[in-house]
């Protein structure tokens, strides 16, 4: 059994570059994010502000969330119907930023998570998978850019999906989420104490997923 977690601030690249360790290391990817994202949708599309927490609160009975994994892929689902790419715009991105913050929200959704955990070899990105998730992870990476850096690389990747943006907007939207994830109350984004940093500012996907195997194959001895 091996999980590895990997958490980092927005736009770091952990989603693509824990896709492919789950590829090359023969591990099941879990998008912890994808879940508050599907949350954050169904708040935004039952017309609730995303600050109004005793509302978003209010909205949890209603909401049914299903994953599976096909051909390792994972499937999130909506009170049964498959959420697909509705959940990554930046504007879900904020949502999922804001209910992510609330206690009920997380405990909502952290069972969900762990039993995934306990029964799988895993690799789960997110903001906390260290810290709250599976604090006894065998792998813990924390990766880093600059906020320029992920702001550059998620403008081309919104540009390119059509998107009406800005650099300028897209680095603020950045700067603010770093900020609320960072500074809240509940499980805050910040490193676990025995994780390894992978700065990746410089680095493209594929040099990112080499470091990132040999900070495995340190922790685990070699055996992978």
Known sequence: MLRIALDGPSGAGKSTV????????????????????????????????????????????EITLGMEFINGEQIVTLNGVNVGDTIRTGEIAMYASRVSAIPEVRSFLLETQRKISRENSVIMDGRDIGTVIIPDAEVKIFMIASSKARAQRR????????????????????????????????APAVPAEDAIFLDNSELNIEQTVDKAIEIINEKTNGNY
């Open 155 to 186: 403008y081309l990747e919104l540009v390119a999906k059509g998107e009406d943006c800005t650099y300028e907007s897209v680095l603020a939207d950045i700067e603010l989420r770093d900020k609320n994830d960072s500074t809240r109350k509940t």
């Open 18 to 61: 824990a896709k492919a360790l789950a590829k090359r290391l023969g591990l099941i990817y879990v998008d912890t994010g994808a879940l508050y994202r599907t949350v954050g949708l169904y708040v935004r599309n039952k017309g609730v502000d995303k600050d109004d927490e005793k509302s978003v609160i209010a909205l949890l009975p």
